[in-house]
T-cell receptor, first 114, second 114 residues
Framework: DTAVSQTPKYLVTQMGNDKSIKCEQN?????MYWYKQDSKKFLKIMFS???????INETVPNRFSPKSPDKAHLNLHINSLELGDSAVYFC?????????????FGPGTRLTVL | DQQVKQNSPSLSVQEGRISILNCDYT??????FLWYKKYPAEGPTFLIS?????DKNEDGRFTVFLNKSAKHLSLHIVPSQPGDSAVYFC?????????????FGKGTLLTVNP
């Protein structure tokens, strides 16, 4: 009965590999997000999807490709991983159209690129 | 171009006393401000928010004050409890359409000592 879930929680991989992180929400929200928390602890938006449509793409390298098969899922695929991709990635969801509405976050996926 | 700043990386208070966490912003278009709390290895969870048309919002032990002219807000926790020990993020948003997103500060680590 977790509201926003992510898998895996931890991911350790070598440079150059391709990896995916999955996210699912059971809140019935129509908008989902990916945030990245880097070593400086900033939480920065990467992407948002509304009803499976890409809305926000915050100048993220095109090695990062989000995919939303349906409203409840937003996956993040990363090609050719680099050392600088090491971070914690958070998925979130909310209902669009309501100013100031909180977003619900998943537990995060800690990605370590060696 | 940090639009939301939390200049204190950490704060330590005694149990039962008041905790005051501060946040400054630069973008005058922000119309909602939110506080999130984050425990280690978990995602941020929503705590309290305030609209830019208000100067105070209270929810139990938590009160947020907004000073629009100074572009400053603060979160007051009274009385502080050891379970409040966490990282607190200030976030801000503009509007509520499908491109709604949160802009976060770096966070302040609050430690409440028994």
């Amino acid at each position: 009965d977790t509201a926003v879930s992510q898998t895996p929680k931890y991911l350790v991989t070598q440079m150059g590999n391709d990896k995916s992180i999955k996210c699912e929400q059971n809140l019935g929200h129509d908008t989902m997000y990916w945030y990245k928390q880097d070593s400086k602890k900033f939480l920065k938006i990467m992407f948002s999807y509304n009803n499976k449509e890409l809305i926000i793409n915050e100048t993220v390298p095109n090695r990062f490709s989000p995919k939303s098969p349906d409203k409840a899922h937003l996956n993040l695929h990363i090609n050719s991983l680099e050392l600088g991709d090491s971070a914690v990635y958070f998925c979130a969801s909310s209902q669009a159209g309501v100013p100031g509405l909180e977003q619900y976050f998943g537990p995060g996926t800690r990605l370590t690129v060696l | 171009d940090q639009q939301v700043k939390q200049n204190s990386p950490s704060l330590s208070v005694q149990e039962g006393r008041i905790s005051i966490l501060n946040c400054d912003y630069t973008n005058s278009m922000f119309d909602y401000f939110l506080w999130y709390k984050k425990y280690p290895a978990e995602g941020p969870t929503f705590l309290i928010s305030i609209s830019s048309i208000k100067d105070k919002n209270e929810d139990g032990r938590f009160t947020v004050f907004l000073n629009k002219s100074a572009k400053h807000l603060s979160l007051h926790i009274v009385p502080s409890q050891p379970g409040d020990s966490a990282v607190y993020f200030c976030a801000a948003s503009v509007g509520g359409g499908s491109n709604y997103k949160l802009t976060f500060g770096k966070g302040t680590l609050l430690t409440v000592n028994p």
